[in-house]
C-alpha cells in the first residue's frame, strides 16, 4: 500500500509551486502544446503502475499545459483566482470524499452548505429566508433559477410541470435582454422552453436593458406565465440593469424575475459598488459564481430562491432507499440542484468567506474595480487605443487603430508574449481586447506590466 500521507505531501507542495511560478512566470503556453501533452500521457498499460509514479508522470505530461489562470495577469473569462484558505478546504474535500446529499451522506457537508449559504445571502443584500444550492456554475445556477422560475409561473396557471410535462402547458413568455448572457438561452433549452420563448429588448449603450422599452413590452402582454431574466453584470462592459425599475415593471404583470449576476451579483457585497445593483432584493431568482471574483477554486456556483418550495419542488427527488432524505432539521443540499451524486462544494466556500470576513470581501471587490479603472484610464494615454465602456465594475473594454484585424493582432500578440492573458470579443459590431480584473493577487505593478505588454503589442502592430 503506498504511502499516502507521503503521495498528499508530495503533491501539495507540487500545487505551492505551481501556484509560485503562475504569480512569476509566463501566463499561458502555446496553442500547440496540446499535441505534447496528449502524447506526454501515452496509451493504457497492462500493468498497475506505483502511484508516486503515476503522479510523477501525470505532472510532467501536464505541466507545460497548464494555464496560470491563479496567477495575477490572467484576465481572461472573469477568472478568479483562488485564496489559500479555500484552496487548502479543497483539498481537504478531496480528501474527505464526501457525497454532499444529504445529512445521512455527510452531516458536515450539509451543515456547512447551510452556514456558508447563509453567510453567502447576507453578505449580498438577499432577503431573509432564501435557499441556496450550490452548482458548478452560473450555466447551473441559471439554470436552476430558472426551473424554479417555470414552475411557479405554470403553477399558478394551474399546471402542474413537473408532474404532466410542457406538452400542452400554457406557453412560458421569457422577456429579457438584448445583451443577455448566452447561458440564458442554454438554460431555456435544457428546461424545455426553448429560445424562440424569449422576446429580447433592446438595451442602452453600456449594454443595460432599456427600461422603459421593458415596461412597454410588459404592458402589452395579454395574461399568461412569464419571465424576465434581468442582469448584474454585462459579460463585457460590466454595467448592470436599473433593477429597482425593472422589477417592479415585472411585479407589477405578476412576472417572476430572475437576476444573472455570475460576477456582478458581487457588487452588492461592497457599499462602494452596491447602488450598481439597488434593488437587487427584490427579484425572485439570482445566480452567480464564486469561482469568479470570490477566488474559490473551480468548480463554485451559488443560486438562491426567494421562493424556496418553488425551489425544491423543481429539484428534489426521494425514493424508498434514500435514507433520512426529508428528515431532521438539516436540509438536504441535494433538494436544492440537480445532481445527487455531487462533491461537497460547500468547504471552499466557507473557508473563503472565514479568511475574508466581510471587510475582506468588500476590500476585494473594490480593489478590483479600482485595478480595472487603472487598466482604462492608462490605456487612454496610448495614441489610437480607445476604452469603449464606461468602467464601472471590473470590466474594460479596448480598441486599438479603431480597426478589428489591429485589436485582433494586439490580443494574440499579448497572448503569446506570456505577459498576460486578455481575451477578445465582439461589442456592438466591433472587436476589441476584453480584461476581466477578479483574481484577489493582482497588484498595480501587474496592471502595470501587462499594459507595457499591450503597449509593446500595439506599437509592432500600427508599424506593419
Known amino acids: 500500500m503506498?504511502?499516502?500521507?507521503?503521495?498528499?505531501?508530495?503533491?501539495?507542495?507540487?500545487?505551492?509551486?505551481?501556484?509560485?511560478?503562475?504569480?512569476?512566470?509566463?501566463?499561458?503556453?502555446?496553442?500547440?502544446?496540446?499535441?505534447?501533452?496528449?502524447?506526454?500521457?501515452?496509451?493504457?498499460?497492462?500493468?498497475?503502475?506505483?502511484?508516486?509514479?503515476?503522479?510523477?508522470?501525470?505532472?510532467?505530461?501536464?505541466r507545460p499545459g497548464l494555464v496560470a489562470t491563479t496567477g495575477p495577469r490572467y484576465f481572461?473569462?472573469?477568472?478568479?483566482?483562488?485564496?489559500?484558505?479555500?484552496?487548502?478546504?479543497?483539498?481537504?474535500?478531496?480528501?474527505?470524499?464526501?457525497?454532499?446529499?444529504?445529512?445521512?451522506?455527510?452531516?458536515?457537508?450539509?451543515?456547512v452548505e447551510e452556514v456558508a449559504g447563509g453567510w453567502l445571502a447576507e453578505l449580498l443584500g438577499l432577503p431573509a429566508g432564501?435557499?441556496?444550492?450550490?452548482?458548478?456554475?452560473?450555466?447551473?445556477?441559471?439554470?436552476?433559477?430558472?426551473?424554479?422560475?417555470?414552475?411557479?409561473?405554470?403553477?399558478?396557471?394551474?399546471?402542474d410541470v413537473e408532474r404532466d410535462g410542457l406538452a400542452g402547458a400554457p406557453p412560458v413568455r421569457v422577456i429579457a435582454s438584448a445583451e443577455r448572457h448566452a447561458t440564458i438561452d442554454r438554460s431555456l433549452r435544457l428546461l424545455g422552453l426553448g429560445t424562440r420563448a424569449v422576446t429580447a429588448v433592446d438595451a442602452d449603450a453600456q449594454g443595460r436593458i432599456d427600461v422603459p422599452a421593458l415596461?412597454?413590452?410588459?404592458?402589452?402582454?395579454?395574461?399568461?406565465?412569464?419571465?424576465?431574466?434581468?442582469?448584474?453584470?454585462?459579460?463585457?462592459?460590466?454595467?448592470?440593469?436599473?433593477?429597482?425599475?425593472?422589477?417592479?415593471?415585472?411585479?407589477?404583470?405578476?412576472?417572476?424575475?430572475?437576476?444573472?449576476?455570475?460576477?456582478?451579483?458581487?457588487?452588492a457585497a461592497s457599499p462602494a459598488?452596491?447602488?450598481?445593483v439597488e434593488g437587487l432584493a427584490g427579484a425572485?431568482?439570482?445566480?452567480?459564481?464564486?469561482?469568479?471574483?470570490?477566488?474559490?477554486?473551480?468548480?463554485?456556483?451559488?443560486?438562491?430562491?426567494?421562493?424556496?418550495?418553488?425551489?425544491?419542488?423543481?429539484?428534489?427527488?426521494?425514493?424508498?432507499?434514500?435514507?433520512?432524505?426529508?428528515?431532521?432539521?438539516?436540509?438536504?443540499?441535494?433538494?436544492?440542484?440537480?445532481?445527487?451524486?455531487?462533491?461537497a462544494r460547500g468547504f471552499a466556500t466557507w473557508a473563503a468567506l472565514r479568511e475574508l470576513g466581510r471587510s475582506g470581501v468588500a476590500e476585494l471587490?473594490?480593489?478590483?474595480?479600482?485595478?480595472?479603472?487603472?487598466?482604462?484610464?492608462?490605456?487612454?494615454?496610448?495614441?489610437?487605443?480607445?476604452v469603449l465602456n464606461d468602467v464601472v465594475l471590473n470590466q474594460v473594454l479596448l480598441r486599438f487603430g479603431d480597426d478589428d484585424a489591429a485589436t485582433d493582432a494586439v490580443v494574440a500578440a499579448v497572448q503569446r508574449s506570456g505577459e498576460a492573458w486578455m481575451g477578445a470579443t465582439t461589442w456592438q459590431g466591433r472587436r476589441a481586447m476584453r480584461i476581466s480584473v477578479s483574481n484577489a493577487t493582482t497588484s498595480e505593478d501587474d496592471?502595470?506590466?501587462?499594459?507595457?505588454?499591450v503597449s509593446t503589442a500595439w506599437t509592432a502592430v500600427a508599424r506593419r
Open 447 to 453: 496592471v502595470d506590466r501587462a499594459l507595457l505588454a
Open 2 to 62: 503506498a504511502d499516502l500521507a507521503a503521495l498528499l505531501t508530495d503533491a501539495a507542495a507540487r500545487v505551492a509551486d505551481h501556484r509560485a511560478q503562475a504569480a512569476a512566470g509566463p501566463v499561458a503556453p502555446s496553442p500547440d502544446v496540446v499535441t505534447t501533452v496528449r502524447s506526454a500521457l501515452g496509451s493504457l498499460r497492462d500493468e498497475p503502475t506505483e502511484p508516486a509514479q503515476v503522479i510523477d508522470e501525470l505532472v510532467a505530461a501536464v
Open 215 to 267: 415596461a412597454r413590452t410588459l404592458d402589452a402582454l395579454p395574461p399568461g406565465p412569464t419571465v424576465v431574466c434581468l442582469q448584474a453584470g454585462n459579460v463585457n462592459t460590466g454595467a448592470c440593469d436599473d433593477l429597482v425599475t425593472g422589477v417592479a415593471a415585472a411585479h407589477r404583470i405578476g412576472a417572476w424575475v430572475h437576476v444573472d449576476g455570475a460576477f456582478g451579483l458581487w457588487a
Open 130 to 159: 432564501v435557499s441556496v444550492g450550490f452548482v458548478t456554475g452560473g450555466q447551473a445556477a441559471n439554470t436552476v433559477g430558472l426551473a424554479a422560475a417555470r414552475h411557479r409561473v405554470l403553477a399558478h396557471a394551474g399546471w
Open 273 to 276: 459598488t452596491r447602488g450598481l
Open 76 to 111: 481572461g473569462f472573469v477568472i478568479g483566482g483562488a485564496f489559500p484558505a479555500a484552496t487548502a478546504a479543497d483539498i481537504l474535500t478531496t480528501g474527505w470524499d464526501q457525497p454532499a446529499f444529504n445529512a445521512v451522506t455527510s452531516p458536515a457537508a450539509a451543515a
Open 284 to 343: 425572485d431568482s439570482w445566480a452567480t459564481d464564486g469561482h469568479k471574483w470570490l477566488n474559490v477554486p473551480y468548480d463554485s456556483g451559488y443560486v438562491f430562491c426567494a421562493d424556496p418550495a418553488a425551489h425544491r419542488a423543481a429539484m428534489s427527488f426521494t425514493a424508498s432507499y434514500l435514507t433520512g432524505h426529508g428528515e431532521g432539521e438539516v436540509r438536504a443540499p441535494s433538494d436544492y440542484v440537480p445532481e445527487s451524486s455531487r462533491r
Open 365 to 386: 471587490v473594490e480593489r478590483c474595480c479600482a485595478l480595472a479603472r487603472r487598466f482604462g484610464d492608462r490605456a487612454v494615454d496610448l495614441d489610437g487605443v480607445a
